[in-house]
């Protein structure tokens, strides 16, 4: 029996008394990729970014283990949420236009302490000045710092669009801002490295496309070395007291952690490590999030007929962003029809020994989107479901 038909056995006899759709985390996978992260981080905290696991009962597990400290969140309500509910060191890693959220956090000590918003333009500080309705709190500012590599002067770009503020100029002039301001307290630079920590340098079947990302990173990880540093240097200069710089993600934390100005790493797909995950050379995890479908039509020889399952990563449209049939091995989807909205096809000699009801397990491309499908995760230890906890959708929350 292969590793991956025994996990098929172990997650089929787990749930056996459990219809399908189901949800699942391996806690074993899970705490071996915890262990993992932080072995890479090489002794420097790791911040769990929430939107790649959107369960709270999973982010107090993670946050309970030596080497994870605070979270990264994605919306202010969110952060507003986590704090009201205990989390008391939350990063809110992209701008917010939430006017109504704003006036909350300036109005409430316990969450001003605790939530720390993002900014890389004054326009933002005018809005949550507008948005304070009275509130006089000290709201803490983090800046944004952009990774793009950009070369040929500038005419070819590598990297997501996110912050306007490039260089150590561009940073210390909105951190001169901040400091001058009423009501604001610089705390922290942010800069995410996507072009490095989220791209895959192992592309099965394109060895050439590989190599040129593994150069394109290589190359990418030197200059940002460099300009990080400057940054840090320029701003600290404004704000000598500077609590932390943020950095890197699942796939760069080990190069990230190596940079002497950055204080902490960002994470968290690597903890459920969906398939987008699986073409790295810098590291490999365990899959720990899986979701089911069950079997619910024979339509013929070599096929099967699962209950929905068409559940799209964001990004660019294409392959890489649907989930891929896992367990058991050999199965695909029909070309034709691919992951539907109400029913898949699945191609593949495996599809002959499954019967009505039996369990397909998928794979996620992205890991906390899967949570925006289910209310509930299985909590999986050995062959055997030891607990049931709510997804942030499962407790009323749909931040985006």
């Not at 896992?326 to 000699?349: A, K």
Request: contains cysteine.
């Amino acid at each position: 029996m292969t590793p991956r038909a025994a996990d098929r056995a172990r997650y089929d006899r787990a749930t056996a008394h459990l219809d399908a759709p189901v949800a699942i985390v391996d806690l074993e996978a899970f705490d071996d990729n915890a262990a993992d992260l932080v072995r890479r981080a090489a002794g420097k905290p790791i911040r769990v970014a929430s939107k790649s696991v959107r369960c709270r009962a999973l982010l107090e597990r993670v946050l309970a283990m030596d080497g994870f400290a605070g979270i990264m969140s994605f919306t202010l309500d969110e952060s507003l949420w986590l704090a009201r509910a205990g989390f008391d060191d939350v990063l809110l890693a992209y701008p917010s236009a939430d006017r109504a959220g704003f006036a909350e956090l300036a109005r409430d000590p316990k969450l001003a302490a605790a939530v720390t918003v993002m900014v890389d333009d004054v326009a933002q500080l005018d809005l949550i000045d507008a948005s304070r309705a009275g509130g006089a709190e000290e709201v803490r500012v983090c800046l944004e710092m952009d990774t793009a590599l950009q070369v040929l002067g500038g005419r070819v770009r590598v990297g997501a669009r996110r912050s306007p503020l490039r260089t150590p100029a561009h940073l210390a002039e909105l951190a001169r801002s901040v400091v001058r301001r009423p009501g604001f307290r610089l705390v922290g630079i942010m800069a995410y490295e996507g072009h490095v920590a989220g791209v895959g340098d192992s592309v099965a079947g394109r060895p050439l496309r590989s190599r040129v990302i593994r150069l394109m990173q290589s190359a990418a990880r030197r200059e940002l070395a460099e300009r990080r540093a400057a940054v840090v240097r320029a701003v600290r200069a404004v704000a000598p007291d500077l609590e932390f710089v943020n950095g890197g993600g699942t796939g760069s934390v080990q190069h990230t952690a190596a940079e002497d100005a950055v204080t902490e790493i960002a994470a968290g797909s690597g903890l459920f490590v969906p398939r987008l995950f699986d073409n790295y050379t810098s590291f490999s995890g365990r899959p720990a999030a899986l979701f089911a479908q069950p079997v619910v039509r024979r339509p013929g020889v070599g096929v099967v007929t699962v209950l929905g399952g068409g559940y799209p990563a964001s990004g660019v449209a294409g392959p890489d962003r649907l989930p891929v049939p896992y367990l058991p091995e050999g199965l695909r989807y029909d070309p034709q029809e691919g992951p539907g909205e109400v029913q898949t096809p699945l191609l593949g000699s495996p599809a002959d020994d499954l019967r009505m009801g039996d369990k397909v397990w998928f794979r996620h491309a992205k890991a906390g989107e899967l949570c925006e499908r289910f209310d509930q995760i299985r909590l999986v230890e050995g062959d055997r479901v030891t607990g049931t906890v709510p997804t942030y959708r499962g407790e009323g929350q749909t931040f985006l």
